[in-house]
């Protein structure tokens, strides 16, 4: 997949493309539905698959304070894009020059000027354009005056038969704040991940006998409700280790920030004494919760509850890892 930040690195031999806008915030099984509509259609059109996304998110521009928690930070989201079959990804930086742009001028700067639209792909409660005045028969209406096709989305089924919700990001996002990892994994198609770098924490989890791998506080990524979980981190080098997740404060030491901090279980011997990860880039993803977050009395017996939520991880992973023992780090993405 080829990525563009920006129309100014868009090759003008670009075209024809067939075309989809989103801000695509987790890529959920939602998301992938209408990409994978969009691949079907670049194929049947002898297109080149783009989508259009925005950073940062319109609502920190218009309504900061009501701009969700993001599931995905940019370079997840392009990384998980990638796998997806699309020929390009365009990124817009979202200003309020662009904010100001019409539904046409929008279209006609972007989708027929820029990318050479041939087809475009949305469903039909897409808005675009200044005030979100473009909707899906106004992109109609452009198809008609620019001379681009546009393909409705089949709307992808949903997950929940009782209440017939479609996949969503406020679904996923709702799941994290409950602590339910699973639910977010069965939205998402894949474990929810935080992304950041290792940094030195207090070295409690050492002096117990369960070093810990501590994210930085700026890692990218909604970080799920405070709780202990299942889950695997994945290292710089792209290995996949079982891990004991912990989100929040150390109510035990009297902590107050909330930090995530991943236990590795059940590694190597070999690599025991040189396992530093102290400045690299790790991805931590959840399976499962195990338990809240409470305080013990003592430290014996925060010990003994460490050695069960480790037993509890390892017979939840070794589950998981049957499961996806093809697993693969995201493709490699081109400029």
């Known amino acids: 997949m080829h990525y563009w930040n ?73 990384n998980r894009l990638a796998t997806v079959g699309l020929g390009g990804l365009l990124m817009l930086n979202y200003t309020w020059e662009l904010a100001g742009l019409s539904a046409e001028e929008f279209v006609e700067k972007y989708f027929v000027h820029g990318l050479q639209a041939k087809v475009v792909v949305v469903g039909h409660d897409v808005r675009f354009g200044r005030d979100n005045a473009g909707s899906f028969d106004t992109m109609v209406e452009l198809g008609k005056k620019f001379g681009f096709t546009v393909v409705p989305v089949e709307e992808f089924s949903s997950l929940d038969e009782e209440t017939s919700r479609r996949c969503s990001s406020t679904w996923v996002r709702e799941a994290l704040e409950a602590g339910d990892v699973a639910a977010a994994r069965e939205v998402l198609g894949r474990p929810h991940a935080v992304l950041g770098e290792v940094v030195h924490g207090a070295a409690r989890g050492r002096e117990l006998g369960f070093p810990t791998a501590n994210l930085a506080r700026d890692a990218e990524g909604m970080v799920p409700a405070d709780g202990i979980y299942a889950g695997w981190m994945v290292d710089g080098e792209g290995h996949r280790w079982p891990a004991a997740i912990s989100v929040g404060p150390n109510p035990t030491f009297q902590g107050v920030e909330r930090v995530v901090e991943a236990h590795v279980i059940d590694r190597p011997k070999e690599s025991v004494e040189d396992f530093d990860l102290y400045g690299q880039n790790v991805r931590v993803e959840f399976v499962e919760r195990l338990r809240g977050m409470v305080a013990f009395e003592g430290i014996p017996q925060l010990i003994r509850q460490i050695e069960d939520d480790v037993i509890g991880a390892r017979r939840i992973l070794l589950a998981d890892g049957r499961e996806n023992r093809d697993y693969q780090p995201a493709a490699a993405v081109e400029r």
Do not use: C, W
């Open 6 to 78: 920006g129309l100014t690195e868009v090759p003008r031999d670009i075209g024809p493309t067939a075309v989809t806008i989103g801000n695509f915030d987790g890529v959920h099984r939602g998301h992938q539905e209408v990409l994978r509509q969009l691949v079907s259609a670049a194929a049947t059109y002898e297109a080149v698959s783009v989508a259009v996304s925005f950073d940062p998110h319109p609502l920190q521009l218009h309504r900061p304070e009501q701009r969700p928690p993001m599931l995905t930070g940019v370079q997840e989201k392009i």
